[in-house]
């Protein structure tokens, strides 16, 4: 089995008005390639913390983070902003849509970025996988939290990403349509065999990842399966 991600060791510590505060304490685990994984915990356990040490947005104070084989804690801003390009892909509790581009654009721009070929018909085609076909010309602020979280699904998967992080991905919508977006997204997932990496407070979300791994207190206290 191919591992994905490795975590070994990593501490995190911030300075802030004169103290260190450590927000994650020798966490270890590694992640085989195209499993699901939840990482559940209290708020301010260190989770979002993890997520961006994982996906390369941040770098450890202690320890080493391996994405794809490759050793985050060792490249420069720009090497990790390629390596996320290349092989991340990133969902958000509030979105991040930019909101001056329509949904089709929106899911288009990290196509073209990457210079990929027929960016327009592919992203329309992913765009109706997640049923807003007749939405793709309307801006964010046109669309319901559902929604816009749906274009984000279709802007996460059009990238093929190795591996896909949410950070409490269903935190900001209603039951109803939670179990909409959760539903797609493990039916993306399935099809792409995407390697997913979930914060969430959602049991029903948590349920559905072969693996859930527990923080508390910047610890990780379990790791079991499903
Ligand atoms: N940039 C930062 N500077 C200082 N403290 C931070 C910073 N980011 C997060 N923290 C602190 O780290 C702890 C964990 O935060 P976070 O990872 O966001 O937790 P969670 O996602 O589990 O709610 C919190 O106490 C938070 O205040
Ligand atoms: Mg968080």
Known sequence: METILNVKNVSK?????????????????????????????????????????CAGLDRSSKGSVELNNIKLDQLSEDERAQVRNRYVGFIFQNFQLLPTLTALENVMVPLELRGEKNVRARSMALLDKVGLHNRMHHYPAQLSGGEQQRVSL?????????????????????????????????????????????????????????????????????????
Request: proline share 3%.
């Open 13 to 53: 510590t911030y300075q802030g008005a004169g103290q260190l505060l450590t927000v994650l304490n020798d966490v270890n685990f590694s992640v085989e390639a195209g499993s699901t994984v939840s990482i559940v915990g209290p708020s301010g356990s260190g989770k979002t913390t993890l997520l961006g040490l």
């Open 154 to 226: 279709a802007r996460a998967f059009a990238n093929n990403p190795k591996i896909l992080f949410a950070d409490e991905p269903t935190g900001n919508l209603d039951v109803e349509t939670s179990d909409k977006v959760i539903k797609l997204l493990f039916d993306l997932n399935q099809e792409a065999g995407t390697t997913l990496i979930i914060v969430t407070h959602n049991l029903e979300l948590a349920s559905q990842t072969k693996r859930i791994i527990r923080i508390k207190g910047g610890h990780l206290v379990a790791d079991e399966l499903n």
